[in-house]
């Protein structure tokens, strides 16, 4: 869904990082005749994504590679399974191994810490949200990736929806003023967000008709509070150091939304490799 | 010791995909004229890494932002510690705080990962070093943070280092003729290093007269072998899923050379934050 | 509030295609030490905008020509108001004259069009808005204008909000399925707008719990029916080649948004000039 | 005839600039495997351009989406022709439309005015020619539409003609130096223009032996008394504030050359659409 | 004369390819602080050009570093005159050291052969012309030098002049047909050359009024008689294999222009090195 | 063995650097439809090199052209050879011609001067390696073409290998302790070199254990002593002014390796030429 050609940037940018003058040994040792196959294997559990990216890094080095995938973005495998199937040029499949690997290995990674939080809270009607803690040029990938791992997105960046915080509100003078001249400024298409720290702020925020209010490191019992006080005028998200130890009893709470920064800045790629056939 | 125009490169690349359209909230609420401190805060114990950097983000925005660090790259922080002041125009540190942020506690987590490693072996006469597995189009930020962290570098990319592989070797039929075929095509100024899989192929790669051996995922009683076998005629690496729990077994076996992918591929961001004075 | 490093991108593409081998006249003609003084008038009446990025132009020449302002953007001016001068070298203000001008024309150009529109529905609590209708490249200069012309900008692309169409709602099969399954998978702080081309669409749309129902060339008739059987449940776009001429009657059906392409993509140039002093 | 990579960069900047994170109506309603037909419909009459580049913009999305074209670009079209016919991957024409439509317009809009004056002088030996106020980026597919509109291209950049206005004159001392200092100095490939604001100025220009002289807002009769004095010994250019009112009396003055800035800088549009079939 | 930004453009593309992860010896063995001064000495007899982007090396990589030049571009310099003197970080003019003198000793190179032709043909009134033999990425440059050699410009590309050759006049007809439709469609800022291989070809162009006849590859003699046949209707030009062996009979044969590719296809580098003060 | 991608950035910055408006006269005088064939012929004798770039430059403008080559890089051709046959488009043919040519002829006359030492010292057990003294862009390009004349490379830039000079050395203080710093810090897959005036510090580099020594301008007679001292324990690297004059004595000396600057600095391009059939 991401436009091919920004997806070849990064790409190209990883690729002229790892070869500003070939790859040495290859171009030496292999001939471009010589032709290969590889399976692409996990080595550890969890959910895939990034196939179509990793299949491209080869095909932009040769486009007469090709890649018979056992395994799709969504799906959750297991140690041992084989994503994939590579063949072609052995030249080629050398020096994209391990740009190709890099990229699927951390999107696959952050597919599966996302899902290990969305599998904590299933049943229970919240999301699961990323943050914009994201790698500098990797967000819509990154992003992309939190989707893949049933997560949801918040704000792709700061030009498509309003979040207010703390020194907005002190510019502003109140939640009250900075709702106001937000909602009187932006597009139409656009929604509000606050931040608030507590329950008197909720109020207030509340009362200015934000659309959605975020829980700033709240106690699940102010939380609780905060959902009965809301009453449904406006989705409530909870924030600040969520982990799968904590992520369910939030989620209980009530609230809608849970923001979740690691899930892209704490990433733990996942284990795949590529293991050519002799 | 990045070229400036390289780090800026990254940092507006950062910039641009979180302001495509400017910073709505913001730019509505703050004027120009608003003026806000704020301190950087660690919340979390590690090695700082990118302060120049992070610098540079709120600097590219506007020119007359003023930063003092009260620590620099390589220091060990403890919670709380205050690692700088930043005062200058409130829209422009409100702008770049989460990009900057993004990527000091990526580089910091990089530091203090690597750093935990070089602290578990030390002592001890070797190398903790990187791998290729890093961030696409981050890699030089990366490897400096692990030279921060009181790591060393692997070659940098496919261009300025031979490292002969199983495919490699297969391709031109023995480690002997690999060596060889390398030797007498690379650069006089750049050394080969082999991939072995077991004593046999060591001794293989010692008559080839390789510079550097990789043992990769042997046993510590295998490298205790290799280290004698080899007897100083060539560097010896240890490679594979090398964590924090088997890096000191490793490391007394008396190879040289330890390299470890988690550091880059499995970050975990070091938790600092800007806290503005009210 | 646009990033300098995005404004620069366009005037340094303007630039270099103005003078990819210099200014040949300029160049031979004119001496490095020669300087300039001129005035910077406005041919027509309108509302100024793009002043801070005129001046970008010529300091991205020359850094020491200086430039004074009398009126800035947003500014209503007369035939014959001089908007600034400028002083300096001759050489850069005679290079960068004829890109800084094409810029500040076309801007003041769009801003004057919006400003007309909203002039003309003064008093009626509606908001004139753009379109996606823009030039390539000047997107975010273009919307930016509409602001200072007293306008609203609609979403800025196709990635920051929703807009069901036709052919979007034949694929699902419905409009209540088409917001439904839209709403299930955007962000939390994304609003969905559809699009709907009569009454019964209209009443679809307010079931399915749509953010913004644009109204699709209707009738003034029908847009005060829809605002009727809307009674504030939505936002109501009235869109459809709205003109000077039809804007009042529109405003006056009670809808609260107007979007109207023509003020991006058939701007007249607000003719604006430079007169060197003798 | 422009470079095709040149093209491609104007596309894709638009593209980017509308989906910098992908279209989310789209990505979320429609499958990767519904497949639409639609035309593309004339709502005004006029010239047609950019045909070639309006099919670019859907191939770059989705190289297997095929249109086929009953006008190419000259033709003169009438309200409700059909231009052409798209038919491929709903998805991506959903996403190329608009800046397939604004690229087109555009360019249509621009052939559509400069056919208008070229028609208004038909039968009289003159040219109307563009000028350098054109839109950043857009300068060769804008003067490409002006010959697509019967027009002629004035000077693309400074690079390529000398045009000495009022300031080289005062530099240099005269007319006459002015002209024998760039005939000395440019390459012998180069023409030199000269802008006259009087009948003393154009001798002097004619007696430095200036290829072209261009009349600054000259009166028809003035332009006349210049053609006599000229007698052929230079081209004649008219120039300032010229319209579609003005145009044929200027061409009946005898000069050979009208540039007009409007065909570029205050283009409306023409209005085409791009209709789905049920 | 050329834009800042492109001079920049090439640099950066020079220093990035010499430093794609920094200089390490440098970064290693220096420290910020050491600062160092240099004489820029001239090691053979020539003409220089390039200084200001000499200097532009050392300054994008630290704005503190001071030079002063005893010498400018268009001097005559024997072997052992200081050129110049360069202050500052040790580090940074370690660093652009190569890249620094790499451009000066090419751009020299190209000035001095120029310059030698130029000098052949003293008093007579001929010029030595540049072609499009350039370095891909250097034209600009490269044209600089030439003029600062006291050569001349040929077009700089394509798209500034007609030269219409062998193939351009059998796919029209006729060189009379090439000619008449070249000056029909083309700008009436610009001029028409054409490539006669012998004197009936040379009548031909006469005859269709070409501004420029190219001369390709006669003799001396040949030449003599066409510039008695054309008798100033039109610019004559030499051209093919011209060395300074045979430049000045050629110059004396009364055409006008005298193009000469090997001033920047195969340009002897003017020996030029940095020498460190003690 | 270079990235596509970077050999396409090459051409596409040469073709627009050539084309910023099209080929003026081509697009004029040529028709879509025209085809043509035509030869590429050596017009003096030498080895070829860049035959896969050369095609790319008319790939790039049209897919459809074909070429046949009948020599390839690494060939040593004599004047008449016919190295391929072009065959298509007229129009993209004569876009490409210059550009083509002036890269094949650049790379072919490289690979020629360097082959021409080669020749010079065949049988002695010596390399010829290039320097970092290549033109800003092109240094891929050009150091594949010294490998395609039979020479080596030496390091490709300053990022991956040490080369330790004077000014290194006293910022230190001793040869020891550079090669030492320098052996503590850099990746253990680098060499260090480091450039010696005397047997002295030979020596000291000796004793340092420095991988390579660079003896800087010494005498033949200095260099057999040198060998002689050296002894096998570091290679041994002649520098400074080598000319097909001097290189064979010095070969003689027994030192390994000799880099030659003026093989990229100083190119006497390669004559080949596109003859078309009639």
Known sequence: MILQ????????????????????TTDILITNEQI?????IAKEKGVIAGCEIFQRVFKLL????????????????????????????????LKAERTALNIIQRLSGIATMTNDL???????????????????????????????????NHRFNLSDAVMIKDNHIHAVGSIKKAVEKAQANIPHTMKVEVEVENLDQLQEAL????????????????????????????????????????????????IQVISVGLITHSVKALDISLKFSK
């Open 207 to 254: 009362e200015a008709k934000a659309d959605i209010i975020m829980l700033d490191n709240m106690t699940t019992k102010q939380m609780k509070e905060a959902v009965s006080i809301t009453d449904g005028q406006a989705i409530l998200e909870a924030s600040g150091n969520i982990t799968d130890k904590t992520v369910k009893d939030i989620a209980h709470t009530g």
């Open 118 to 152: 969305v599998r904590e809270t299933e049943g229970i009607p919240v999301r699961i949200v990323d943050t914009r803690k994201t790698t500098p040029g990797l967000r819509d990938l990154e992003k992309y990736a939190v989707r893949v791992g049933g997560g949801y």
């Open 62 to 93: 040769n486009g007469t590679i090709e890649i018979i995938f056992y395994k799709n973005d969504g799906d959750y495998v297991q140690i041992g399974d084989v994503l994939g199937e590579i063949s072609g040029q052995t030249k080629a499949i």
């Open 36 to 40: 290969s196959k590889a399976k692409l």
């Open 5 to 24: 050609q920004k997806i070849d940037d990064v790409i190209l940018l990883a690729l002229k990082e790892d070869m500003n003058y070939g790859d040495i």
